[in-house]
């Protein structure tokens, strides 16, 4: 009897044992995936930085060539009148001014001639100090050019690295989670982490919006300033535009340049098509649109073991943008177990809408953004196989349905 207790005091005790190392590893896994998930978000962030400087440093390029082109033609121009010039006063001969006076018997004829002799002076001088002005912001736009080259060469190097460092980090988040126990990774697992989480998530919800009481008047000043900067933009694109039919008209050498630059103004102005939402949330629903476009993986309310999914999943490449559905402030913006690196955005009103597994975090705690602000990206952060964004909207903590506000 007693040799069959010892047996069974044993096998409890070499269970809990496996179930202790197994939490212990479990944990430990979590932490280690939580730096890498942190570093791969931030490089990749650090990336996707220099490859929008590249493209804003090919764009500055492309810029101080046409007005290096735009410069050369208006001193060649510059050039040719004052030759004009040149040629009026040697048909006259060169003449003094006191000659021309002694030399006109008519007082009347002189002092037209004398008026003309002044005028050509003038206009000569003039000319002369703009050829001189156009020549030295020739010379500025081409040390520019350097400059920018240089810049240019340097964030191309800079990018290399960057994406070199990504693809390690990437190889040792795989190599971790091979690690890890099948099960691990499996689809109810990873439904099951979130549900761990959901306490956590909500106890945080509940202080972060409870100390968030200016943030209607927050949003109401963004949208002021934001009107204002637009406005301010439009005037300048009207500008460029006006200057580009000008340029035009006077070199038609250089009218296919300007007519790119009028096309790329015309698409900048029209290639937000994100639906500048203002209203209360409140209003909004069924005119919300989805924050990245994907496949739809899971659904609201997916039946799992542990209960149901209280936001959903949607399948999109990696790196893929995910913008924020409309304006608010950013009151989270961290590692989470479960949800990965996630970004919560407070819409006012107790409405709130949250990103999950992404791959970078483009935005801090207190920035207020706009409907269709790039937030984030798309990943695979917090232990899943395949990139994919987590999408949820909470009102006063409760999860309501995304499909039922989204179109």
């Not at 930085?49 to 290096?68: F, G, M, P, R």
């Not at 015309?266 to 919300?288: A, M, W, Y």
């Amino acid at each position: 009897m007693f040799k069959f207790f010892f047996s069974l005091f044993f096998i409890f005790s070499v269970a809990n044992s496996h179930a202790e190392i197994s939490v212990d590893k479990s944990v430990l896994l979590n932490e280690q995936l939580a730096e890498l998930d942190k570093l791969y978000g931030n490089t990749s962030a650090l990336l996707r930085t220099l490859e929008n400087q590249t493209v804003k440093q090919k764009q500055n390029l492309a810029k101080i060539h046409s007005e290096v082109q735009v410069l050369t033609l208006e001193i060649s121009k510059q050039n040719d009148e004052l030759a004009g010039q040149v040629k009026t006063m040697y048909a006259m001969g060169n003449k003094e001014r006191i000659k021309l006076l002694l030399n006109q018997q008519n007082s009347i004829l002189a002092s037209r001639m004398m008026a003309y002799y002044d005028y050509l002076n003038a206009r000569r001088v003039n000319q002369l100090n703009s050829v001189s002005e156009t020549l030295h912001h020739l010379e500025q736009l081409k040390k520019q050019n350097e400059i920018e080259t240089a810049q240019f060469e340097q964030n191309l190097t800079q990018t290399k690295l960057e994406q070199n460092s990504v693809e390690s980090i990437k190889k040792q988040r795989i190599q971790l989670l091979k690690q890890a126990t099948p099960d691990f990774l499996s689809n109810e697992q990873q439904i099951n982490r979130l549900k761990d989480s959901e306490a956590t998530l909500k106890n945080l919800l509940s202080t972060l919006q409870s100390s968030n009481n200016n943030l209607n008047s927050e949003i109401e000043k963004a949208r002021e300033l934001r009107k204002k900067r637009l406005d301010a933009e439009e005037v300048v694109q009207l500008s460029m535009l006006s200057k580009v039919k000008i340029l035009d008209d006077e070199q038609p050498a250089i009218t296919t340049i300007h007519k790119e630059k009028e096309t790329q103004l015309k698409e900048l102005s029209s290639n937000d098509n994100f639906p500048n939402l203002e209203d209360d949330f409140t209003k909004l629903k069924g005119k919300l649109p989805f924050p990245v476009m994907g496949e739809l993986m899971q659904k609201f309310g997916s039946a799992r073991e542990e209960g149901k999914l209280d936001g959903v999943i949607i399948a999109a490449p990696e790196g893929t943008e995910i913008h924020s559905i409309t304006d608010g402030k950013v009151i989270y913006a961290d590692w989470m177990r479960g949800y990965g690196l996630i970004i919560i955005v407070d819409h006012g009103k107790g409405y709130i809408s949250l990103y999950a597994f992404n791959q970078s975090l483009y935005r801090k705690v207190g920035d207020i953004v706009s409907s269709g602000d790039v937030v984030a990206s798309v990943g695979l952060s917090g232990g899943h196989d395949r990139a994919s964004l987590y999408f949820g909207i909470r009102k006063k903590g409760k999860a309501i349905d995304p499909m039922e506000w989204c179109k």
